[in-house]
């Protein structure tokens, strides 16, 4: 019967297959992701961050960005630098509620720690439509709601004459952009200024603290309290970590390896419940402002807990003084305001976040959180010269290698 | 009428789409029952480790082999015949499987068969048909462990909720396609998820030869599909006891299309009252064309070919059986995208060393009673790159426990 | 004086396209015969006075204060004339002699067409030496008005939608979020790129967004220095980078001017219409004046007096008309 044949056939091709079969193998091809000339002083694990096309990063950039940073130069009335409200030993804060601008001007939002910026999915405290440096800088600059450093298209010439006017930019400039003849004299002067302060910010990493020894495997790098605190902070009791979590600490992270249009977290942590509302105080009104969506109020992007204990105070308005008080904020669910003019039982705000419930905990336990929270520091961030003010000592320390 | 009655039977047994004789009383009610129980010398794994076969991505009920003696499956099957060419099935199961957490009682079968003439339609929660092997549980098989292949591209058991619409002519040949809904491993069941497949079989028997080939194709979408053995749902950092470590379980998801053909044969030899020879194989290949991703953004393209399959020789003698199983799995990937070599490594797809995952099961099954047969088996598992061998005991029961006679 | 001359300039070429009859080949830049080149001066106004910087002006709003010009810039797109029949022709705008973006135009017409108007006179002096070196009032281009009988002009207000959430420093067009391909057509360009400041003071950088207009007076009694009136697009949400953004309220007002002749007159902007409703000296939420933020109750006398809803506003309310046809 001609189907033995059929059989003994198939058998065999059963049997070339299972010898012949090709060997295995899997490639990949990250399309360039981890490839970057420029030194980001951070350690492998860590991603590359976004970089726009039209802006990538040098370090000649990058210098020329600290020289701008920490130059009173560059605003209108020669007062105030980048570093007036973002200064090294905070970790690029001020230690203030809300600073003033360049002519005196109140910002109503607490200035914000410049560390891992360009890790960062929207730069701003409330402002979903921010997120690039380039798009940023020019907001301080020239804003004028509130004046920051109150440039305007009446004196610009007269601020960029004080900066041509200076020798150390003649070389910084021509490092930064060698494709261009003059570039603090021509048309893109300005261009090329927020560009080398973006790069300058971009290039500001900080990944060097105890708590990156401890995950790196020094067991020893992490107190007992700060262990301790660590294990409170990952509990579904605090739930600290749902909006607090990666190696940025924050859930509003965006890098070369994620998808570009990847959501933009921002949340309602009952702060504020003015007349019953839910209202937050005008302009602080978060996501809202810009999308004038009810649902909106209050809304604000989770802050990178990197460097927490040397940027107090706290929150988006700086009105929570320590890290103590803001724990104690969250154990209560929120903020319950008495008396003032932001009376409020902020725990019952309808937009809060459902993550944050109230939960007990104990003055010791507190402690332990705190001491993690410490152990988030970057103390290499805040002293290396490579982020200080190249000003004090120019002559001394050559900034362009 | 009486061979449709043996439907409901024919899921308890080879496939299916067996085509065992049909009984000689008609019965109007069924209850079968089976259960495996194995003791195994070693685990394949670590405690608080996950079994990830290099090169692949993984998911469904594909545990571990485990130390110690366990459970592989308990069944308990209803089946009620409503008139003539109307049948209810129900079958209640329960596996084994790693994580405490896994291992509840499943309805696994709730369905309705229709059978006119040579027509079978069958529509409710079942098993698949395409493909014999898929079909066949833990007391069915020889050895007591599924096929690499099946783990690997169907995460072992195949139940989802679908409908099948089979022929069977007359010449031994029959065919049919089936719908799912897409619960079963590698589709989902989300809006765009889903499964079908198409297959086709010939079956001779002679006086000492039998032969039986078929081939299938299986065609499943998958959207955010997770490997529910360890994640999916809301993720925790696994708790191990003092002293030892444990990684929590990265929940890399896949979004497209996973197509596998497959094509298997059963040959049969009676020597002589006392001899038989048997020899089975069933071979298939995977293409995976979809996006590999995560909850933190990042992506990766996959482009994937898996071949995987079986032969398994066999020699018959009364009541005992010896075979040799020898399992083989290639993996061609390729992952495109800024986070492709993370993707990789976490979703289980990267494969530096070029491992071809290999198992032989040498096994020994004894029918020592009508319904309760002993088997023992030695293996050679490949599965990961550093080989592991362990030897198995177990009992298979097997029974129709109870049935009531044709009104 | 360089600005008469301008007029002078805009008014012949105007005369000629509105009167010319069959013989001024000059002017006819269409391949159809009814095709002219237009120049539409806009002009701006405290009441009667010429706006000009710091220049002082009484008696303006509900409480007559005295205000100081400091700024008078918009943008204009959609410029269309209306016949008696109701039927309405495009201005195409035109560009430079090889037809690109000029610094204040960018040329085609509907939605392309894109002017931006600065009305500031220098001439008397605000702060700042040479705050409006590119002087620029009028609006040119080509219509097919030759044989028709002008009854209105119509224009938009500010940037169009598909433009306003741009980059407006220019250095990069808006990406498609799925492909990562550039959208044709959304790199900034003319009027709507300035290096570094971003079009040169008529961007709101922190909404993403462009300064439609951008008005602005001083008040030396004012609880707020300056009284603004910048209009923009509000209550927006979308990815501007990807060209996701849309705004509910979009604050490009529609403007019709009834009885334009285009051989006779300009567009006349009259800020005391404007301010009509408003106490200058008192700031009632928000910056000073109306920076077009929907809690800020300084706008809802301007947005009524433009036609824009706003809370609390009518927009169906009568009021003078803030842009009138005037000779000149």
């Known amino acids: ?401 | 009428m009486n061979r449709f009655l043996t439907l409901p039977l024919a899921l308890l047994s080879a496939s299916a789409l067996a085509h065992t004789p049909p009984p000689s009383t008609a019965h109007r009610t069924t209850v079968d029952a089976s259960l495996v129980a194995t003791w195994r010398s070693a685990s394949l794994v670590d405690d608080n480790a996950y079994w990830q076969v290099p090169g692949t991505m993984m998911g469904g009920h594909a545990w571990p082999a485990e130390k110690g003696a366990q459970v592989d499956e308990m069944n308990l099957g209803l089946s009620h015949r409503i008139d003539d060419d109307l049948a209810g099935v129900l079958k209640l199961g329960s596996h084994a499987g790693g994580m405490d957490d896994h291992s509840g009682v499943e309805l696994e079968h709730a369905y309705i068969v229709y059978a006119p003439g040579p027509w079978q339609l069958q529509a409710g929660r079942m098993s698949a048909g395409f493909s014999p092997g898929l079909a066949q549980h833990a007391a069915e098989r020889l050895a007591s462990e599924a096929p690499l292949a099946l783990d690997v591209f169907f995460g072992r058991h195949f139940h989802d909720d679908g409908a099948r619409l089979a022929w069977q002519g007359n010449q031994g040949v029959s065919v049919g396609a089936e719908v799912w809904r897409g619960k079963a491993f590698p589709a989902t069941d989300s809006n765009d998820g889903g499964a079908w497949d198409l297959f086709a079989q010939y079956q001779w028997q002679g006086t000492a030869l039998t032969f039986a080939a078929g081939g299938w194709f299986y065609s499943a979408a998958a959207e955010a599909r997770a490997d529910h053995r360890y994640g999916g749902g809301h993720q925790h950092v696994p708790v191990a006891p003092p002293g030892q470590n444990t990684a929590a379980f990265p929940d890399i998801r896949y979004t497209g299309d996973t197509d596998i053909a497959g094509v298997h044969a059963h040959l049969g030899y009676h020597l002589n009252n006392d001899w038989q020879l048997s020899l089975q194989a069933e071979w298939m290949r995977a293409e995976l064309d979809g996006t590999v991703h995560d909850a933190i953004g990042r992506q990766a393209r996959l482009d994937g070919s898996q071949n995987g399959g079986w032969v398994q020789p066999g020699i018959i003698w009364r009541t005992h059986t010896f075979a040799v199983r020898a399992e083989r799995l290639s993996t061609e990937n390729s992952l495109v995208g800024p986070a492709a070599p993370q993707l990789a490594t976490e979703s289980g797809l990267a494969n530096p060393d070029g491992h071809v995952p290999r198992r032989v099961t040498a096994l020994w099954r004894w029918q020592w009673r009508p319904h309760i047969a002993l088997r023992a088996e030695a293996i050679r598992d490949e599965s990961l790159p550093a080989a592991d061998h362990r030897f198995n005991i177990g009992i298979v029961w097997q029974q129709q426990i109870w049935s009531s006679t044709d009104r | ?328």
Request: with cysteine; proline share 6%.
């Open chain 1, 1 to 401: 019967m001609h189907a033995d044949k059929i059989a003994v056939l198939f058998f065999l091709g059963l049997t070339l297959l299972l010898s012949g079969c090709p060997d295995s193998s899997t490639t990949v091809d990250d399309q360039g992701a981890s490839v970057s000339d420029f030194d980001w002083q951070m350690p492998d694990w860590v991603p590359l961050p976004v970089e726009p096309a039209y802006n990538p990063i040098t370090e000649e950039k990058f210098q020329l960005g600290r020289h701008l940073f920490y130059d009173t130069d560059l605003s209108a009335n020669g007062t105030i630098s980048c570093a007036s409200c973002h200064q090294q030993d905070k970790a690029f804060t001020d230690g203030v509620a809300r600073p003033a601008g360049a002519t005196g001007d109140i910002h109503p939002r607490n200035s914000q720690s410049l560390a891992n910026a360009a890790w960062l999915r929207t730069l701003t405290w409330g402002n979903p439509t921010l997120t690039e440096l380039e798009q940023q800088i020019v907001i301080p600059l020239f804003g004028i709601d509130p004046i920051e450093h109150g440039i305007s298209e009446a004196n610009q010439n007269q601020v960029l004459a004080r900066l041509q006017a200076k020798p150390a930019y003649q070389r910084l400039f021509l490092s930064a952009y060698p494709d261009q003849t003059e570039p603090l004299f021509n048309e893109l002067a300005w261009r090329n200024i927020i560009h080398a302060l973006a790069s300058f910010v971009r290039g500001m990493t900080s990944f060097n603290s105890d708590f990156d020894r401890y995950t790196a495997g020094d067991s020893q790098a992490l107190s007992a309290a700060a262990r301790r605190g660590m294990n409170l902070f990952n509990s579904e009791r605090l739930e600290c970590f749902h909006c607090h979590e990666g190696y940025t600490l924050t859930s509003s992270v965006r890098d070369r390896r994620r998808v570009p249009n990847i959501p933009a977290p921002f949340n309602n942590t009952g702060l504020y419940n003015i007349d019953g509302i839910s209202a937050y105080p005008a302009p602080n009104t978060g996501k809202h402002e810009l999308t004038g969506q009810a649902r909106d109020m209050g809304l604000f992007r989770p802050q990178s807990l990197r460097n927490v204990a040397l940027t107090a105070p706290y929150n988006h308005d700086g009105s929570v003084a320590t890290l103590r008080e803001v724990i104690l904020n969250y154990a209560a669910g929120g903020r319950h305001l008495t008396h003032g003019p932001y009376a409020g039982d902020g725990r019952m705000n309808a937009n809060k976040d459902p993550f944050i419930v109230s939960f007990s905990i104990t003055e010791d336990e507190i402690s332990d959180v705190i001491a993690f929270l410490e152990s988030l520091t970057d103390h290499a961030f805040i002293t290396h010269p490579r982020y200080a003010n190249p000003w004090q000592d120019d002559a001394s320390q050559d900034p362009i290698p």
């Open chain 3, 1 to 328: 004086m360089m600005r008469i001359s301008l007029v002078a300039l805009a008014a012949a070429s105007t005369l000629m396209a509105g009167c010319g009859g069959s013989s001024s080949s000059s002017t006819q830049t269409g391949d159809r015969d009814d095709t002219v080149a237009v120049a539409i001066p806009f002009t701006a106004t405290v009441g009667t006075e010429p706006f000009a910087c710091g220049q002082l002006y009484n008696s303006v709003g509900t409480t007559s204060a005295d205000v100081i010009g400091q700024d008078a810039r918009l943008y204009v797109h959609n410029v269309r004339f209306v016949t008696n029949d109701e039927r309405e022709i495009p201005v195409t705008l035109s560009g430079d002699i090889q037809g690109a973006a000029t610094a204040n135009q960018k040329p085609g017409e509907g939605l392309e067409g894109i002017a931006l108007l600065d009305l500031r006179d220098k001439s008397e002096g605000c702060q700042g030496d040479d705050a409006n070196p590119d002087y620029y009032d009028t609006v040119t281009g080509t219509a097919a008005i030759r044989n028709e009988s002008i009854r209105a002009l119509r224009f938009s207000v500010g940037v169009p939608a598909r433009y306003n959430h741009i980059d407006a420093q220019g250095t990069q067009p808006q990406t498609d979020s799925e492909t990562g391909e550039p959208i044709p057509g959304t790199l900034a360009v003319g009027p709507l790129a300035a290096a570094g400041m971003g079009a040169g003071g008529m961007h709101w950088s922190w909404a993403a967004g462009y300064v439609h207009a951008r008005l602005e007076v001083q008040v030396p009694t004012g609880a707020s220095p300056v009284f603004y009136i910048h209009l923009g697009s509000t209550a927006c949400s979308g990815e501007a980078i990807h060209g996701e953004r849309t705004c509910e309220h979009g604050n490009q007002p529609d403007i019709e001017v009834t009885g334009f002749d285009p051989a006779l007159h300009a567009v006349n902007l009259d800020l005391l219409t404007l301010l009509s409703g408003n106490d200058v000296t008192i700031n009632q939420g928000g910056p000073g004046g109306c920076m077009s933020g929907l809690t800020d109750a300084d706008c809802v006398g301007i947005f009524e007096r433009l036609g824009l809803p706003f809370p609390d506003a009518d927009p169906d309310a009568d009021h003078a008309p803030v842009f009138q046809a005037i000779t000149f």
